[in-house]
């Protein structure tokens, strides 16, 4: 249990700093550019591991909807994110983007028949409310009218990880974790290098250190590596109390974005930011009580022996 806890620490404390790095990195080159190289390497990393542990054939994983999942989850996410956050601090990125478990929520009541619950109603609100006072405030006070816009990819980019999330469910929910992020993540990176051939050829590109480094963070450790954490949480304790630990990513994000990129914690992003992970917390402790239900009644059903 020791074991677990330690990663989940892990887990999030380098997602919650590959926040800093993709925006530091973001300096260096186009955003489009950044998710490439950032992508790219997390897919060598991530085929290198199928390769030895001899999983690289998916004949039972229907390649057309690996490209439709790489698409959405890789590709629509993280090059709008990366877009986005041109304009927007990290801090305040990883808080909405973070939002995603409210939108996973609403989808999945729409395709999953999954029941909405007052709590999920309520979480709603407050996601909402949080959003005002974030995203208001940006649209009252900024006279620069991008960070608005780079707020509203950012939420974009949200709602497509919920989209995501959902087709998931829908199409992978028996398959091999390890093979649908691999593959996903791989036509994800072919659509990224369509979209910086087209949109930045030509442009600069700064090879130093550090943006070396803030490519090979977020690719490796905070994509590949993480996401293997992750698929491991997965297997070691129910999906709910494991969701629940990405709680800790946006405030790192925040705390990280504060004290080494010097973004200021305004009041309405504090207040803002509470709502929201109050809402998600809400939307988790919901799913936790549905699923302890269905067991319940599972075990309950004469079917059962």
């Known amino acids: ?20 790095l993709a925006k530091i990195g973001l300096d260096y080159m186009g955003p489009f550019t950044f998710s490439l190289f950032r992508f790219a390497s997390g897919v060598i990393v991530l085929f290198l591991v199928l390769f030895f542990m001899k999983r690289l054939s998916i004949k039972q994983i229907p390649l057309r909807d690996l490209m439709i999942l790489g698409l959405i989850q890789t590709a629509a996410v993280f090059l709008f994110v990366a877009y986005g956050m041109m304009f927007v601090d990290a801090g305040k990125t990883s808080v909405l983007l973070y939002t995603m478990p409210i939108w ?15 709590a999920n109603i309520l979480a709603m609100i407050l996601g909402a409310a949080g959003l005002l006072l974030i995203v208001g405030f940006d649209l009252n006070t900024l006279t620069d009218r991008s960070v608005i816009i780079g707020d509203l990819f950012i ?14 469910q829908k199409k992978f929910k028996k398959a091999d974790r390890l093979q649908v992020n691999a593959y996903q993540m791989l036509f994800g990176t072919i659509a990224m290098l369509m979209a910086a051939l087209m949109m930045e050829w030509g442009e600069p590109i700064q090879w130093t250190g ?40 946006p405030i790192f994000g925040l705390v990280f974005g504060a004290i080494f990129l ?41 079917e059962k022996f």
């Open 1 to 20: 249990m020791m074991a677990v806890r330690l990663l989940t620490f892990a887990l999030t404390l380098i997602w919650g700093a590959s926040w800093i």
């Open 104 to 118: 996973s929520g609403i989808l999945a009541a729409k395709f999953l028949d999954e029941q909405l619950t007052g």
């Open 155 to 168: 939420l974009i980019a949200s709602v497509c990880w919920a989209t995501a999330n959902i087709f998931y």
């Open 210 to 249: 550090m943006s070396i480094f803030a490519i090979l963070f977020t690719g490796i450790a905070a994509s590949a590596i993480s996401f293997s954490i992750w698929f491991y949480l997965l297997d070691s304790v129910d999906t709910a109390t494991a969701a629940m630990s990405i709680l800790l990513v």
């Open 262 to 302: 010097g973004e200021k914690l305004t009041t309405n992003i504090i207040i803002g930011s509470s709502l929201i992970l109050i809402g998600v917390v809400l939307t988790q402790f919901s799913g936790m009580f549905v699923s302890k239900k269905k067991k319940m009644k599972n075990f309950s059903s004469p």
